[in-house]
């Protein structure tokens, strides 16, 4: 397996190998990590307190630093500082249970880090709100570059335990900017700042929140409507299918990461098949749902099957998954890719040692997938790939 596997469980190591995609720099990796190879030996749940403190710890580290460039005027380089020290806080926060102390605080220094960062590093991300009800969900816009009048956009939605901020680190939207396609990075109910600032928690109808966002960004004079796809990531892989079914505006879609059946997946789980993407899984999945206790949570995602799904989508539709997922099985893939029967250009793509990107996402190699990816989309949208 390619995945940079430094501590004895999956789960720390996802965290550390997502980190390190996501602009980590090795050293600052390893001083974080070499304190608590020990911790780690005690299992995924245990340490996790001990693995906060010291990722904070280099995360104020660099703020401080941050500060000392700021006072010199010197906001280029204020600004890398700042993202990596949010890259920082959100892993340390991502491996926290609910509830945990600090976890909240650590969550928010990180997003306002970001914000500031990629400002200060002169990046054209900016943050939105999508009207959703009567309350919005946080997104991050990234223009198309080099177009001239509205411009394609494709909606990018989280997993489980991801965030917008981690969305835009998956270079993704860069890729499909350069490409001449606008991405719109989003906080759907159940992750990032809809969960922990607006206690919006998440649902398996997710055309519910789908079709606000295309309206969102159909209002937008910048965006042409008749050229907006979604594509999510791990079980983002459920949610953007799932909107592409049931909302026919959507121009056309993918997914970094097949998720037909995550129901099923829970069973699995239950049984102990297959790895779980966070510590504290169960608290996790429980708090991400609202749901109560283990039956309750179990109800809530019974719907999340894309069976009788995947034939309602009739736009082009692209499935990609890492050959040896340890997390969501390969079989899954064929599974939404069969079922594509009313798509007018479906695809498969599996990524295998050849390239890269096997494990779950690409962890191991998220490079493979965002390109071939945001190829996808120029070419269905009408960007470019030259």
């Given at each position: 397996m390619a995945l940079f596997e430094y501590f004895p469980n999956y789960v720390w190591n996802l965290s550390v190998s997502i980190a390190m995609a996501s602009g980590a720099e090795?050293?600052?990796?390893?001083?974080?990590?070499?304190?608590?190879?020990?911790?780690?030996?005690?299992?995924?749940?245990a340490g996790t307190v001990e693995f906060m403190q010291e990722w904070m710890k280099m995360?104020?580290?660099?703020?401080?630093?941050?500060?000392?460039?700021?006072?010199?005027?010197?906001?280029?380089?204020?600004?890398?500082?700042?993202?990596?020290?949010?890259?920082?806080?959100?892993?340390?926060e991502r491996m926290q249970a609910h509830g945990s102390e600090n976890r909240l605080a650590?969550?928010?220094?990180?997003?306002?880090?970001?914000?500031?960062?990629?400002?200060?590093?002169?990046?054209?991300?900016?943050?939105?709100?999508?009207?959703?009800?009567?309350?919005?969900?946080?997104?991050?816009?990234?223009?198309?570059?080099?177009?001239?009048?509205?411009?394609?956009?494709?909606?990018?939605?989280?997993?489980?335990?991801?965030?917008?901020?981690?969305?835009?680190?998956?270079?993704?939207?860069?890729?499909?900017?350069?490409r001449g396609v606008a991405s719109l990075c989003v906080d759907q109910p159940g992750t990032g700042e809809s969960l922990r600032l607006q206690g919006l928690p998440a649902t398996w109808k997710s055309e519910d929140w789908g079709t606000p966002v295309y309206d969102y960004l159909d209002a937008r004079d910048d965006i042409d409507s008749a050229r907006i796809g979604i594509t999510g990531i791990s079980l983002g892989?459920?949610?953007?299918?799932?909107?592409?079914?049931?909302?026919?505006?959507?121009?056309?879609?993918?997914?970094?990461?097949?998720?037909?059946?995550?129901?099923?997946?829970?069973?699995?789980?239950?049984?102990?098949?297959?790895?779980?993407?966070?510590?504290h899984y169960w608290k996790h999945v429980h708090w991400v749902f609202g749901a109560k206790d283990q039956a309750d949570f179990i109800a809530k995602s019974a719907g999340m099957n894309l069976n009788g799904q995947?034939?309602?989508?009739?736009?082009?539709?692209?499935?990609?998954?890492?050959?040896?997922?340890?997390?969501?099985?390969l079989d899954y893939a064929h599974q939404s890719y069969d079922q594509l029967v009313n798509s007018p250009r479906r695809a498969l793509k599996i990524f295998t040692p050849r390239e890269g990107g096997v494990e779950h996402v690409g962890a191991d190699n998220m490079s493979f997938g965002r390109h071939y990816i945001a190829d996808w989309f120029a070419e269905t949208l009408g960007g470019r790939l030259a």
């Open positions: 090795i050293g600052e990796i390893m001083d974080m990590c070499q304190p608590l190879l020990a911790k780690a030996e005690a299992g995924e749940d995360a104020d580290k660099l703020v401080a630093l941050a500060e000392e460039d700021e006072a010199k005027g010197r906001l280029l380089s204020a600004g890398p500082k700042r993202q990596r020290a949010a890259l920082y806080y959100l892993t340390a650590t969550f928010k220094k990180g997003i306002a880090n970001f914000l500031r960062g990629t400002s200060q590093a002169g990046e054209t991300v900016t943050r939105v709100e999508v009207p959703y009800g009567d309350t919005t969900l946080a997104a991050l816009f990234t223009p198309a570059e080099g177009v001239e009048g509205p411009a394609p956009c494709v909606v990018y939605l989280n997993g489980l335990d991801s965030n917008k901020e981690l969305l835009y680190w998956s270079r993704l939207p860069q890729e499909l900017a350069k892989g459920y949610y953007a299918p799932r909107v592409c079914a049931n909302e026919p505006r959507y121009a056309s879609g993918a997914v970094w990461g097949a998720n037909h059946n995550w129901a099923e997946v829970q069973q699995k789980r239950i049984n102990r098949e297959g790895e779980n993407p966070v510590p995947m034939e309602k989508i009739k736009v082009p539709f692209l499935v990609t998954h890492g050959e040896f997922d340890r997390q969501i099985a």
